[in-house]
Nanobody, 126 residues
Framework: QVQLVESGGGLVQAGGSLRLSCVAS????????MGWFRQAPGKEREFVAA????????DYAGSVKGRFTISREDAKNTVFLQMSSLKPEDTAVYYC???????????????????WGQGTQVTVSS
């Protein structure tokens, strides 16, 4: 059973930065696409970013492109989301997820992702 544990959330002022981490355990981490999603109160969960197993393909939602960077360190079974120039509208619970069927490609739809972490709260004050 795959387990994902996020950390790094918190309260930050607009314009600030945060780095989220997601550590995976349970089986081989490096083979599959990993994604970050977020969910704000009263809104649906939305795609933020994803990275393929090799790190060769990265995809970002338009709302975060140029501000967020996704990366992974397979030796540590960890995927990161570096968030910069944060805005109040980035406030949400952030989840990491694994798409165990995707090897070398990215799907943005949340239903495709099989395993999810518990989430970490990111709050951006204005």
């Amino acid at each position: 059973q795959v387990q994902l544990v996020e950390s790094g959330g918190g309260l930050v002022q607009a314009g600030g930065s945060l780095r989220l981490s997601c550590v995976a355990s349970g089986r081989t981490f490096s083979n599959y696409t990993m994604g970050w999603f977020r969910q704000a109160p009263g809104k649906e969960r939305e795609f933020v970013a994803a990275i393929t197993w090799s790190g060769g393909i990265r995809d970002y939602a338009g709302s975060v492109k140029g501000r967020f960077t996704i990366s992974r360190e397979d030796a540590k079974n960890t995927v990161f989301l570096q968030m910069s120039s944060l805005k109040p509208e980035d406030t949400a619970v952030y989840y990491c997820a694994e798409d165990s069927r995707a090897v070398g490609y990215i799907v943005r739809e949340a239903w495709r992702y099989d395993y999810w972490g518990q989430g970490t709260q990111v709050t951006v004050s204005s």
